[in-house]
């Protein structure tokens, strides 16, 4: 599997998710400190809703000039984003509409980029569940060194100094991309962009199994995924860090686990384990202790990522290679949706409403969405021989474009 392109492309997601990891703690800290809850929610809103809205569109250009060259230009952007929000903190205390600004600019160069993120594995790797597995490993090990870092850095040095290693962290992966050599695309016809977001929104709605879990993760992201970060910075304070690094050692485990295990029914086992995921908002909501919060981060981040591995395996060997990148726009567009706009509502419902009242009812529904994922058949009947299937009857790796 560690070919010299797998290779580039680890280093580049490893390095690139290291500084992704960093900036919810800076933001948590550094934007709540001068605008509270309601400013972290509303910075965090921006990103999210400006990738929603634009990443069918990156699906298309993805499928028609390289999923590489829009990383690579992505990369750029958020560079040159995040180095301008750097001199912001490092001068001083800049304004709410410039953080805003950064948000959206920076949501808009992720929603060039993530459509990439599945159709490269493909293209790099020959077994796409052991390949996620590793990344998912390096994800977890970021999630845990990230914030540990960006609660000292933030603390010692400022906020300034996170967000100049992120847009660092966003150059080194540019050039990781730069340097992959995938085969030539072949000639192909050219449609409108009509007709390409089309044949993505077909080829998305064609597969029940898809389109069933993103109506059922919007409400996921709404009252779980969108609240969380808002709501446990307020409560933890300056231990969120370590609590964020919990959760990253629980997604090295999943992460490990869903590289040996290939259970006969992914989704549906991904979705069994997904009930540890309660583990994260359930003990804040009851008020425990940080030794709690750690154990229960671990359980939920474990959760997290076998569920995500299985997810990830099964779009991309089950989508055709020519239209990876536009169902995973459509795909990432939908799931994400929801946390838009729980990131956006949480600050307003937390003057009204407690925090721990409000993770309370994430509890509630991270169990009703397992139940929602285990009661639709084409998810829970969908096997693992229909995965090893598509794998096989895929072409070389290094043939793929």
């Not at 060997?317 to 994400?336: C, K, M, Q």
Request: positive net charge; contains cysteine.
């Amino acid at each position: 599997m560690w070919t010299r392109d797998f290779s580039l492309y680890f280093g580049a997601r490893a390095v690139s998710l290291l500084g992704d990891a960093m900036m919810p703690v800076a933001a948590a800290l550094a934007v709540g400190a001068r605008y509270g809850v309601a400013g972290v929610g509303y910075v965090l809103a921006v990103w999210t809703a400006t990738c929603v809205l634009l990443i069918v569109f990156g699906g298309v250009f993805a499928d028609r000039i390289g999923a590489r060259a829009m990383m690579v230009g992505a990369d750029v952007a958020r560079a040159v984003t995040q180095g301008v929000l750097a001199v912001a903190f490092l001068t001083g205390s800049p304004p709410l509409w410039l953080l805003l600004a950064g948000s959206a600019l920076s949501g808009a160069a992720t929603a060039m980029f993530q459509p990439g993120v599945n159709g490269m594995v493909p293209l790099v790797a020959r077994d796409p569940q052991r390949a996620n597995g590793v990344l998912k490993v390096a994800d977890a090990m970021c999630q845990l060194a990230g914030p540990a870092v960006a609660g000292v850095l933030t603390v010692a040095f400022g906020a300034g100094t996170v967000y100049a290693v992120d847009a660092g962290t966003f150059v080194v992966s540019g050039l990781c991309l730069a340097l992959i050599r995938p085969a030539p695309a072949p000639a192909g016809t050219r449609t409108s962009m009509t007709r390409d977001l089309r044949r993505g929104w077909v080829e998305f709605t064609s597969r029940t199994w898809m389109w069933s879990v993103i109506v059922i993760w919007i409400f996921f992201g709404l009252f779980v995924f969108g609240p969380y970060i808002p709501l446990a910075s307020r409560l933890v304070g300056e231990q969120f860090g370590w609590v964020m690094a919990a959760l990253g050692a629980g997604t090295v485990a999943g992460g490990v686990i869903a590289m040996r295990l290939r259970p006969a029914r992914p989704l549906a086992a991904g979705a069994v384990a997904l009930i540890g995921f309660v583990a994260i908002p359930l003990p804040l909501a009851l008020g425990s202790p940080l030794p709690v919060l750690l154990a229960g981060h671990v359980i939920g981040g474990t959760a997290w990522a076998f569920w995500s591995v299985m997810w990830s395996t099964s779009v991309q060997t089950l989508v055709p290679p020519e239209v990876l990148n536009r169902v995973t726009a459509y795909e990432v567009a939908g799931s994400v949706s929801g946390l838009a706009v729980g990131q956006a509502v949480v600050g307003p419902l937390a003057e009204v409403v407690s925090a721990r009242h409000l993770l309370m009812v994430s509890s509630v529904v991270c169990l009703g969405v397992v139940a929602a994922l285990l009661l639709v058949r084409p998810i829970r009947r969908q096997t693992s021989a229909a995965i090893r299937s598509a794998t096989r009857e895929a072409p070389e790796p290094s043939r793929i474009v």
